[in-house]
């Protein structure tokens, strides 16, 4: 119940094009779902996060959709640059203070 | 504003070494959390400390693992009798007294276990 599903593992996208990334939980209890965002040697960094009493969120060229009935929630990257390429995570918790579950990743390629 | 801060940024220790690990958090942060991460996959929690208090350990191996947070200094982790399959990236992360649930993590530490 504590785990974060997420795909596609890898995705390779044009510039200029929209990279979606999927997520899934099952602990309806969980009340706080980020993005993050990490390049190679480097630390995680939040994106956006959303939690459960609205639909979708966007700042910049970053969306995330959410579907509480569903348990799933989802990134958009709008216009993907090269620079984007990097390796994606979700995660959810429950309360405040509590750990973070993340999901296993996905690499996003954008090609030039 | 300095962010999170961890040291060593690489460390390398032989089979049976101690590897001892540091985390600075946010000016103002008084909870941490430390995470690893194995190569190609995702993070996952070990313990949730706050001040002289550990919360939570339940994702940390109940031997040779240990953690602290005093009230003055930073964090650390602590491996004892390091084992080849303890290599990985160990992150820290921290959070407000009060407010959300945002975390910031630091740059981590990649251990390697020869």
């Known amino acids: 119940q504590q785990q974060v599903k997420q795909s596609p593992q890898s995705l390779i996208v044009q510039k200029g094009g929209i990279s979606i990334i999927n997520c899934a939980y099952e602990?309806?209890?969980?009340?706080?779902f980020p993005w993050y965002q990490q390049f190679p040697g480097k630390g995680p960094a939040l994106l956006i996060a959303?939690?459960?009493?609205?639909s979708e969120k966007k700042e910049g060229r970053f969306t995330i959709s959410f579907n509480k009935s569903a348990k799933q929630f989802s990134l958009h990257i709008m216009d993907s640059q090269p620079g984007d390429s990097a390796t994606y995570f979700c995660?959810?918790?429950?309360?405040?203070?509590?750990?973070?579950?993340f999901g296993p990743g996905t690499r996003l390629s954008v090609l030039p | 504003n300095a962010g999170v801060m961890q040291n060593p940024r690489h460390l390398v220790r032989r089979r049976g070494q101690e590897a001892r690990l540091r985390c600075s958090p946010v000016?103002?942060?008084?909870?941490v959390y430390w995470y690893r991460q194995l190569p190609e996959e995702g993070l996952k929690f070990m313990v949730y400390?706050?001040?002289?208090?550990?919360?939570?350990e339940s994702g940390m191996p109940k031997e040779r693992f240990s953690a602290e947070f005093p009230k003055e200094g930073p964090s650390i982790l602590r491996i004892q009798q390091v084992v080849r399959g303890d290599s990985a990236a160990y992150f820290c992360?921290?959070?407000?007294?009060?407010?959300?649930?945002?975390?910031?993590f630091g740059p981590g530490t990649r251990l390697t276990v020869l």
């Open positions: 992360a921290s959070s407000p007294s009060t407010g959300n649930n945002e975390q910031f």
């Open positions: 602990n309806t209890a969980f009340d706080y």
């Open positions: 959303i939690r459960p009493d609205v």
């Open positions: 995660a959810a918790s429950h309360g405040y203070g509590q750990n973070f579950v």
């Open positions: 000016k103002g942060h008084s909870h």
């Open positions: 400390l706050q001040k002289e208090n550990i919360i939570d």
